[in-house]
T-cell receptor
Framework: GAVVSQHPSRVICKSGTSVKIECRSL??????MFWYRQFPKQSLMLMAT?????????EQGVEKDKFLINHASLTLSTLTVTSAHPEDSSFYIC????????????FGPGTRLTVL | QKEVEQNSGPLSVPEGAIASLNCTYS??????FFWYRQYSGKSPELIMS????GDKEDGRFTAQLNKASQYVSLLIRDSQPSDSATYLC???????????????FGKGTHLIIQP
């Protein structure tokens, strides 16, 4: 089956620093990747959609200058949280889709970000 | 405002019984519907997808879709303690603030299967 990995699985950083999260599709080419965020006791909220080789599309209310997304290859997308603050602490989950086969989204295991 | 509504629960069901999970959505142009299972601290795992009205069965799981009522449900037969988790209903909207195929999730129903 399709496998999506994320790295790191958990990160703790100081306020004001930047954190990069990687999302990789291991056995398929991901034409589109999505980034979601989940706060405690809340559901997943779509942050942005990234298509390989083009700029990401951000959901309303998500600051594109704060959450930098790069989808440089068909197997890798990165999310950089710039100048992180405690309110950015959350569970960040990516998903990937291979439009050539189906529209099913395959989710990564998530990254737990804690900003002190 | 595009919304997906679920009863947060907890829904407690005895082992071996049928668990019934419900979801309503607000946007009539929604095309695809999914049920995910999420264990605490983990990412969602796809259980079922359904695209057309009616029932779809896969093992112990049955998804039901009624687009006229904007309602989708998940039945779990012969419930097992390992089925205890949060079940998320997700809808694929045609338009989602610029994201073409991103999913809109409900808050989830916490299901507890009592041994």
């Amino acid at each position: 089956g399709a496998v999506v990995s994320q790295h790191p699985s958990r990160v703790i950083c100081k306020s004001g620093t930047s954190v990069k999260i990687e999302c990789r599709s291991l056995d398929f080419q991901a034409t589109t990747m999505f980034w979601y965020r989940q706060f405690p006791k809340q559901s997943l909220m779509l942050m942005a959609t990234s298509n390989e080789g083009s700029k990401a599309t951000y959901e309303q209310g998500v600051e594109k200058d704060k959450f930098l997304i790069n989808h440089a290859s068909l197997t890798l997308s990165t999310l950089t949280v710039t100048s992180a603050h405690p309110e950015d602490s959350s569970f960040y989950i990516c998903s990937a889709i291979d439009r050539g086969t189906s529209n099913e989204q395959f989710f990564g295991p998530g990254t737990r970000l804690t900003v002190l | 405002q595009k919304e997906v509504e679920q009863n947060s629960g907890p829904l407690s069901v005895p082992e071996g019984a049928i668990a019934s999970l419900n979801c309503t959505y607000s946007d009539r142009v929604s095309q695809s519907f999914f049920w995910y299972r999420q264990y605490s601290g983990k990412s969602p795992e796809l259980i079922m997808s359904i695209y057309s009205n009616g029932d779809k069965e896969d093992g112990r799981f049955t998804a039901q879709l009624n687009k006229a009522s904007q309602y989708v449900s998940l039945l779990i037969r012969d419930s097992q303690p390992s089925d205890s988790a949060t079940y998320l209903c997700a809808v694929n909207l045609v338009y989602s603030g610029g994201g073409a195929d991103g999913l809109t999730f409900g808050k989830g129903t916490h299901l507890i299967i009592q041994p």
